[in-house]
């Protein structure tokens, strides 16, 4: 007689979170229960083979996943145009990776082993990369700023590149340099970007401002890529700020923003999560909570002058997890939590001194393909 016993569940779902993602999407065909789970957030961010942060070197890319020893994933970089050519940027946009290597940039989803390659136009072939959203139809975009020879040295540009056709489209708004960082004349006067990485939630660029007449009470900017322009979002709660404090915005649950801020004087560590998901219309009705704030005798100084390398981070339960570089340009990974640092980390793995790194939440969002419906098969083994 066939033995028609199932496994129980709890089971089916351990085996699961060990199965390389990629075999994953073909077992979403199984059933609609099957598709559910493995489509389900929670379980992709328990897969055993993902990764909370990235680090990229000149020569290597890694993995690492606090869960709760430090596991770290050499990715051998197989791209043959990039084997020269040293990663400028990277950037966390839900769930994909802009990496800005040369003149151009690669779009990657490490969790489905998915690329793509972004040239810039042929008159501008260096390019700053900011970040990855969308339009009202889904049409994903990349954000970036550009020179003019012919202009001043203090002035840069906006130019967005479209995935579907694959074009570059100039903006109108034009953005000055200004003693390291950036300041644009908008509506409500001069503003200055804070020079750290934004972070892109709902297919929307978010990033730390302040007006020039009040420049250390800071709000969040953000960029529409359907309007292709930049407009105010919300006041941020932080306040008795300095030019070298720590200040970094990210996602919290999948939906909300979280803030980290170090002082640099005291190295007291705060954040602050919102009280609901965001919606890029309801600005002015965010309310921030104060979530934690650690400010024990020993804790690292999370930002350094030297590169102003910003710290990355994620909260997992009631704990904070940092991934940042000490004043000799090595890696760490950081748990604070209980007023007090748990643990730290050297990541000996890492050899390379002041890697690139940025926390990362892994999904099934495909890398958006081309005009000809074109992906380019390079790996990330």
Same mark, same amino acid.
């Given at each position: ?45 328990? %897969?055993?083979? =993902? ?5 990229? #070197?000149?020569?290597?890319?890694? &993995? +690492?996943?606090? !869960? ?113 960082? %950036?300041?644009? =004349? ?5 503003? #200055?970007?804070?020079?750290?990485? &934004? +972070?892109?939630? !709902? ?179």
């Amino acid at each position: 007689m066939e033995n028609k016993e199932n496994l129980p569940w709890e089971l089916i779902l351990e085996i699961l979170s060990h199965v390389p993602p990629k075999s994953l999407v073909r077992f979403r065909t199984i059933s609609k229960q099957w598709n559910t789970i493995i489509s389900d957030k929670a379980f992709i961010k328990n %897969n055993k083979t =993902t990764f909370q942060f990235i680090l990229a #070197t000149k020569s290597k890319i890694y &993995g +690492v996943r606090v !869960n709760p020893k430090i596991e770290v994933t050499e990715l051998t970089l197989d791209i043959p145009a990039l084997e020269s050519q040293s990663p400028r940027q990277l950037i966390s946009c839900e769930g994909l990776l802009l990496c800005s290597v040369g003149k151009g940039a690669v779009v990657w989803n490490p969790y489905l082993g998915q690329t793509r390659w972004i040239d810039p136009e042929s008159n501008h072939p260096i390019i700053k990369f900011y970040g990855i959203g969308y339009d009202y139809d889904c049409r994903y975009k990349t954000l970036a700023s550009y020179k003019k020879y012919w202009a001043p040295l203090t002035r840069t540009f906006w130019k967005t590149h479209d995935f579907s056709s694959d074009g570059w489209n100039d903006l109108h708004t034009m953005v000055l340099i200004s003693g390291g960082s %950036n300041s644009s =004349t908008q509506k409500g006067g001069s503003i #200055t970007f804070r020079t750290t990485c &934004g +972070v892109s939630l !709902n297919g929307t660029w978010y990033r730390i401002a302040s007006y020039d007449k009040t420049k250390y009470l800071f709000f969040l900017i953000y960029f529409d890529f359907s309007m292709e322009a930049f407009y105010k979002f919300c006041d941020l709660p932080c306040d008795d700020n300095h030019a070298q404090d720590t200040l970094v915005v990210g996602v919290f649950k999948g939906g909300r923003f979280s803030l980290l801020k170090q002082s640099h004087l005291t190295k007291k560590i705060q954040i602050w999560v919102t009280k609901n998901e965001i919606h890029k219309r309801g600005g002015e009705n965010v309310e921030w909570i104060n979530f934690m704030e650690v400010s024990a005798p020993n804790l690292p100084t999370l930002v350094q002058t030297r590169s102003y390398s910003q710290p990355s981070f994620f909260i997992d339960d009631k704990r904070l997890v940092v991934c940042s570089c000490d004043e000799t340009g090595r890696a760490w990974i950081y748990v604070v939590g209980n007023n007090n640092l748990i643990s730290k980390t050297k990541i000996e793995l890492v050899v390379d001194l002041w890697p690139l790194h940025c926390s990362f939440t892994p999904s099934l969002v495909s890398v958006p393909r081309g005009r000809k419906g074109e992906e380019h098969n390079y790996k990330f083994n």
